[in-house]
């Protein structure tokens, strides 16, 4: 088992910057891909970036101006937002999977709101 913590949402104006974290706890040293995904309200959840034995991956409507990285070290795994748009209003979501014995499993956090409004 695997448990997932967010931390670093909040309201930022457009331009602005946040940074989102995500502590691993339990067996995370089996995790072999964690990300971010995120969403708006009346929206389906989507991925936005995910890091998997330092490949990254983003979304295009992302790439330049997030940053996703992982301190193995810390078990997090971190969101650098830059330049962020009203667009990227949504409930972010961290994300982790591990296979174990042949068996695939997905983990969630609980979710940390992000803002961007002025």
């Known amino acids: 088992q695997v448990q997932l913590v967010e931390s670093g949402g909040g309201l930022v104006q457009p331009g602005g910057s946040l940074r989102l974290s995500c502590v691993a706890s339990?067996?995370?040293?089996?995790?072999?891909?964690m990300g971010w995904y995120r969403q708006a309200p009346g929206k389906e959840r989507e991925w936005v970036a995910i890091?998997?034995?330092?490949?990254?991956n983003y979304k295009d409507s992302v790439k330049g101006r997030f940053t996703i990285s992982r301190d193995n070290a810390k078990n997090t795994v971190y969101l650098q937002m830059d330049s962020l748009k009203p667009e990227d209003t949504a409930v972010y979501y961290c994300n982790a999977v591990s296979v174990v014995a042949g068996i695939r499993y997905v983990y969630w956090g609980q979710g940390t709101q992000v803002t961007v409004s002025s």
């Open positions: 890091i998997s034995y330092g490949s990254r």
């Open positions: 339990g067996s995370s040293s089996s995790i072999n891909v």
